[in-house]
Nanobody, 124 residues
Framework: QVQLVESGGGSVQAGGSLRLSCAAS????????RTWFRQAPGKEREAVAA????????YYADSVKGRFTISQDNAKNTVYLQMNNLQPDDTAMYYC?????????????????WGQGTRVTVSS
């Protein structure tokens, strides 16, 4: 059984930082992506960042480039999202997903496995 468990969310003031973690168990397909999505109240789920778990290639949404960094620890089967200079618009529930069955890393409806999410709140 595949499980993705996110952690590290919280409340910060604008300009602050958080590091999210996504620990996977029961999933050993390294030739795929681990991706962070977020969903703010009343908005669609949007892709934030992805990493190819074998090749290490990373992808970012334009809105977070230069502020967020995705990384991985293969020994722990864990992916991280370092979020710096957080802004109120970053407030959302952040989800980790894996096993892309489509072509584009940002297609949220093409991921097979999802975590439960971790909430990030940024106040001004």
């Amino acid at each position: 059984q595949v499980q993705l468990v996110e952690s590290g969310g919280g409340s910060v003031q604008a300009g602050g930082s958080l590091r999210l973690s996504c620990a996977a168990s029961g999933y050993n397909n390294k030739y795929n992506y681990r991706t962070w999505f977020r969903q703010a109240p009343g908005k669609e789920r949007e892709a934030v960042a992805a990493i190819h778990t074998t090749y290490g290639r990373t992808y970012y949404a334009d809105s977070v480039k230069g502020r967020f960094t995705i990384s991985q620890d293969n020994a722990k089967n864990t992916v991280y999202l370092q979020m710096n200079n957080l802004q109120p618009d970053d407030t959302a529930m952040y989800y980790c997903a894996t096993h892309l069955v489509g072509l584009e890393w940002y297609d949220f409806d093409k991921y097979q496995y999802w975590g439960q999410g971790t909430r990030v709140t940024v106040s001004s």
